[in-house]
């Protein structure tokens, strides 16, 4: 099982900002940002790569929460980033389908 099923599965702490039955989103333990939260599904798809007709849904979800987040961390109305990496070499270190959403004083612009 990977970390952050285990995360989802609650098996790891990680201090929550949001959750409902499709998503779960968490702060990053390494900040880029003053706002950095990761979002994932709870069902576990490898990445981008993996999105099929069946599971596609998921991605409207992850949207939604990531405007929710945003409204709910202050940073709607100002903007934010909204990022996935999608294999190894685009510096995907987790195996498991999740958005960085990011803003907030100190949103650094290497991440881009």
């Known amino acids: ?65 990531a405007n929710e987040i945003a409204k709910k961390m202050g940073i709607f109305e100002d903007g934010y980033r909204l990022i996935t990496n999608c294999g190894e070499g685009a510096g995907q270190t987790v195996w498991h389908l999740h958005y960085h959403l990011l803003g907030g004083e100190g949103l650094k612009e290497e991440i881009i």
Not at 23 to 52: Q, S
Not at 57 to 63: P, R, S
Request: glycine content about 4%.
């Open 1 to 65: 099982m990977c970390l952050f099923c285990k995360i989802v599965n609650k098996e790891i702490a990680a201090d929550i900002v949001y959750e409902n039955d499709e998503v779960m989103a968490f702060k990053d333990i390494n900040p880029k940002a003053l706002v950095h939260v990761l979002i994932v599904p709870k069902v576990h798809i490898k990445n981008v790569g993996e999105i099929t007709k069946d599971n596609a849904k998921i991605l409207g979800a992850i949207h939604l929460a």
